[in-house]
């Protein structure tokens, strides 16, 4: 096995591991702790990775853990009332106990789906997240958030349910189509501009290389990705203060995905771009930040040939449909929109919107 990375979630009787490494799946049984005494193991998958992975699944896997399967199919319609009914149902037919492990091996989309099922059934089972892209590996399937979309807004209805563990192997990202991997860039360069400016500035020298999956400069990422949220979430689980810093350009990119009706013409990684870039826009309107902030956000995406405006989606909101649904946001308090903004590279700011003719004057001028 290639060398393992390890990092704790500090969260008192919820804490876990997130195991980082390449190739490192042959061993899941070493990821999953006190795995011998769960009565039965379900592994739920979508049929765009069962098709990818069917013989790591099959042949490898299920020799070592002895599961059911259930497979779903891909896309964000799955994050839904519906589907959470389907998979809950196709879970309770294999008749488990309390006793059961759910195993997660997917995206955000099917990590989010997966666990608020398993915080459901029987009022709540253990699960373990293998996730299968770039941007679950860095972001959803670490933190414990569980969810499904609304036509009110996305991720509306969830739950908090921390994994028992998080196995990341990188090997599995190779099936993935480019567009997949610059989606889960843009939680990695998050990332950078919340806390650590000297980590942009490593990805203004190495980003292309991430997007290329090799695999030091990807697993250096994806670890430091880890360890920031880690940090965050073992200090503020539920949301309640500093983990709010980690939905910067989210309350703009949401918007845009509501308004797509979350479709495939957008991937949540391209709408925080997006998210990012109105983020830091809407910073220096407000005179919070200085203009080369944006200057090295837009030089950085240039130069990796990431697009992260609107029209570069062919997507056309007017300010009004976009504030409209920014009011959805599930981080609205009291009716005020707030927004994670910029001071700097590495000092995101809260900000509470008391006039939203600022906000929709800004929106006016750059939608």
């Known amino acids: 096995m290639e060398k393992l990375y390890n990092y704790k979630v500090s969260l008192g009787k919820n804490s876990y591991s997130i195991f980082i490494g390449k190739d490192i799946l042959r061993s899941i049984k070493t990821f999953i702790p006190n795995y011998k005494n769960y009565s039965k193991i379900i592994l739920i998958t979508d049929t765009n990775i069962y098709k990818k992975n069917s013989e790591l699944l099959n042949l490898e896997l299920n020799k070592k853990l002895n599961f059911k399967t259930i497979i779903l199919p891909d896309g964000e319609k799955t ?64 933190g414990g958030k569980t969810g499904i979309n609304s036509k009110y807004g996305k991720n509306l209805i969830g739950t908090f349910k921390q994994p028992k563990s998080v196995i990341i192997s990188t090997d599995i990202l190779k099936t993935l189509d480019k567009r997949e991997i610059v989606s889960g860039y843009a939680e990695i360069l998050k990332y950078s501009f919340i806390k650590d400016k000297a980590f942009f500035n490593w990805l203004r020298e190495n980003g292309e290389k991430v997007i290329s999956l090799d695999t030091k400069s990807c697993i250096y990422a994806i670890k430091k990705s880890c360890s920031i ?62 203009k080369s902030v944006l200057e090295n956000y837009v030089l950085h995406l240039r130069k990796i040939g990431i697009p992260f405006k609107l029209k570069d989606y062919h997507i056309s909101i007017s300010a009004k449909k976009f504030l409209n649904h920014m009011k959805f946001d599930k981080k609205v308090k009291n009716g005020k929109i707030k927004l994670i903004l910029i001071k700097d590279i590495g000092r995101p700011v809260r900000f509470f919107l008391d006039d939203e003719k600022l906000l929709s004057n800004f ?5």
Do not use: W
């Open 79 to 142: 994050k839904s009332f519906k589907y959470l009914q389907i998979l809950i149902e196709k879970i309770l037919m294999l008749n488990l106990d309390r006793d059961s492990l759910l195993i997660c091996f997917g995206g955000g989309v099917l990590g989010d789906l997966v666990a608020l099922a398993s915080s459901l059934i029987l009022r709540g089972i253990d699960f373990v997240q293998v996730p299968s892209t770039l941007l679950s590996q860095v972001d959803s399937s670490v």
């Open 229 to 290: 949220k880690s940090k965050i979430v073992s200090i503020d689980e539920k949301e309640k203060g500093i983990r709010e810093i980690l939905n910067f350009g989210h309350t703009f990119g949401h918007a845009i995905e509501s308004v797509a009706k979350f479709s495939n013409k957008i991937k949540h990684g391209e709408s925080i771009f997006i998210g990012m870039f109105l983020a830091i826009k809407f910073s220096i309107f407000l005179n919070l930040c200085k």
């Open 363 to 367: 929106l006016k001028n750059e939608l």
